[in-house]
């Protein structure tokens, strides 16, 4: 399973982002779509995820700002972000929990990371 992932880059406190992130691959199906983040001296900390079944979960830190969607027929995840703070700033990196065909067990896969830098 490969992810893309892209729309990371430099915004002003208050401004907005969006990045998106396609997964592509020989798998049956995406359980959980997920993004996370790590900032500079930080462990890397759940954002949000959306499961089969459209359920969504935030940290609390971006509820309320931040918006998880999900296109199941593209198998595309996205991450809106309105309200950015200086405090968002991290590489951003895209996680999925896909099906294998092989055994039909779940495994996680991750993007490679985009930076999101919220700076005057």
């Known amino acids: 399973v490969q992810l893309q992932a892209s729309g990371g880059g430099l915004v002003e406190p208050g401004g907005s982002l969006r990045l998106s992130c396609e997964a592509s691959g020989n798998f049956l199906m995406i359980d959980v779509m997920a993004w996370y983040r790590q900032a500079p001296g930080k462990e890397r900390e759940l954002v949000a995820d959306i499961d089969s079944g459209g359920e969504v979960k935030y940290t609390d830190s971006v509820k309320g700002r931040f918006t998880i969607s999900r296109d199941f027929a593209k198998n595309t995840v996205s991450l809106r972000m309105d309200s950015l703070r200086p405090e968002d700033t991290a590489v951003y990196y895209c996680?999925?929990?896909?099906?294998?065909?092989?055994?039909?067990?779940?495994?996680?896969?991750w993007g490679q990371g985009t930076k999101v830098t919220v700076s005057s």
């Open positions: 996680n999925v929990d896909a099906r294998r065909p092989e055994d039909m067990q779940s495994y996680r896969y």
